[in-house]
């Protein structure tokens, strides 16, 4: 009975890449009913004090904990002590992937065969969407009919949510895992140059900057140490920088606009778009298009910008409260109701996390919080070091937790349900990818 259930929720974990796409409830509940099985299915094993030993599970054990106590000096305590409490089911999903769902090696391939499969899906989809583009109205409908309501930015099968970039950049190098296994591929070097620069071009017109930053930087990383792929790393670096010139120089989205105002304000690029009119090719039509502010312009005037203006008060918070922070998710709260707060948000609403990982620890955990999870990074990243699988499956693990936890970078909430399933899963595979060896 207790293997039967195993099997169906080993099935329901290799599925959770797919139902991500669908958004965050399907997933997180897989997740929650598959934790609670594993709980009782490790006790039912008397392993439990096996796991406990290792060091990387009980600092997820002693972080877990410390998001409990700064609960107790939180101001809204009820926002804290319920996210503090059931944060642990994301802790616990790297365990499960580890020691029950995908410790068999030839189940392990299998969610990396699903995975590439997925990520190569979500590529082709996101550029189909790219193709269907009319300056008047932005880019159309993907393959399974999905428009982008934002002109300009690209959401592929994600229905109205901006991350295709994002999931492709997270789990792409999963995908190129498998390749690299796959030691029978006919012009294996070219197959997996095509498969990179994919990503890498997705991820460059989806609009996501930091998407496509990360994903550049992965592949440098992986040219300077996986030396048994730098062939296919530089050819996909080539192939990625000449696909995305030859766009930007003929698609008519980088193309036919005048800008008519640059600010570092949110939608603060107002463009005016030039194209034949409908009624009558022989005349222009216009259109003005506020779209995201430039990269330069944020940098340039980065205090009154929405980035700016959310990290200095979240540094603002943290001073007024170092240790135990604000509380768990009381980012907004507090932001809201307290008006030396609410006043320093002078261009924008409050935004309900700080946007980036490090700076939402510290600012609602403090110094407690915030050292308990980089402990956590360094006994995730000493595990993956010394455990026993080949050495190139071990840097595509480091640099996918590289790409994920990159400090310089904007970023959802970790207590969010579809960003710390898929944050969390991805560690857990990358425990296992860091075992994993050619003969298995």
């Known amino acids: 009975m207790i293997l039967n259930v195993e099997k169906l929720f080993t099935y329901l974990f290799l599925s959770i890449p797919l139902f991500l796409i669908t958004g965050p409830a399907i997933p997180d509940i897989i997740i929650t009913i598959g934790i609670i099985f594993s709980i009782f299915y490790l006790f039912f094993l008397k392993k439990y004090k096996e796991i406990l030993k290792i060091n990387f599970f009980r600092i997820s ?59 190569i899906f979500v590529c082709i989809d996101t550029f189909y969407q790219f ?14 009919g999905f428009k982008s309501n934002w002109y300009g930015r690209l959401t592929g099968p994600f229905r109205n949510e901006l991350i295709p970039g994002s999931y492709i950049s997270k789990f792409g190098l999963l995908g190129f895992s498998i390749l690299i296994s796959i030691k029978n591929i006919k012009n294996s070097t070219l197959v997996k140059s095509i498969y990179l620069s994919l990503i890498l071009y997705v991820c460059y017109i989806s609009g996501e900057r930091m998407a496509f930053a990360v994903f550049a930087l992965a592949l440098f990383v992986l040219f300077v140490f996986l030396y048994e792929q730098r062939k296919s790393i530089i050819l996909s670096i080539i192939f990625g920088t000449l696909l995305i010139i030859i766009t930007v120089y003929l698609h008519p989205f980088y193309n036919d606009f005048k800008v008519l105002e640059s600010t570092e304000f949110h939608q603060g690029q107002k463009i005016e778009k030039f194209f034949a009119c409908d009624h009558n090719n022989e005349e222009t039509c216009t259109k003005i298009v506020n779209l995201q502010p430039s990269f330069f312009k944020i940098i340039e005037n980065f205090k009154t910008s929405a980035y700016g203006e959310i990290y200095l008060l979240s540094y603002k918070m943290f001073l007024d409260n170092p240790i135990s922070g604000i509380g768990i998710n009381n980012f907004e709260y507090m932001c809201k109701n307290f008006d030396n707060y609410k006043n320093m948000m002078s261009n924008y609403n ?26 956590y990074l360094f006994y995730m990243i000493s595990f993956i070091l010394y455990n026993k699988g080949d050495r190139e499956y071990k840097v595509i693990s480091l640099v996918i937790i590289l790409i994920m936890f990159w400090p310089i970078m904007s970023t959802g909430s970790l207590i969010k349900n579809w960003y710390g399933v898929i944050t969390f899963f991805i560690i857990g595979l990358c425990l296992c990818l860091s075992k994993f060896k050619n003969s298995d």
């Open 61 to 119: 054990v002693i972080f877990w904990i410390s998001l409990i106590i700064i609960s107790i000096f939180s101001y809204n305590k009820n926002n804290s002590f319920q996210d503090a409490i059931i944060f642990i089911r994301f802790l616990l999903i790297p365990l499960c992937c580890y020691f029950i769902f995908f410790k068999d090696m030839k189940i392990f391939k299998k969610s990396l065969f699903i995975i590439l499969i997925l990520v």
């Open 131 to 144: 193709l269907n583009y009319k300056p008047e109205s932005g880019f159309g409908e993907d393959l399974l």
């Open 350 to 375: 409050c935004a309900s996390h700080p946007h980036n990982i490090y700076i939402q620890w510290l600012t609602e955990g403090g110094i407690i919080v915030i050292s308990c999870f980089l402990l």
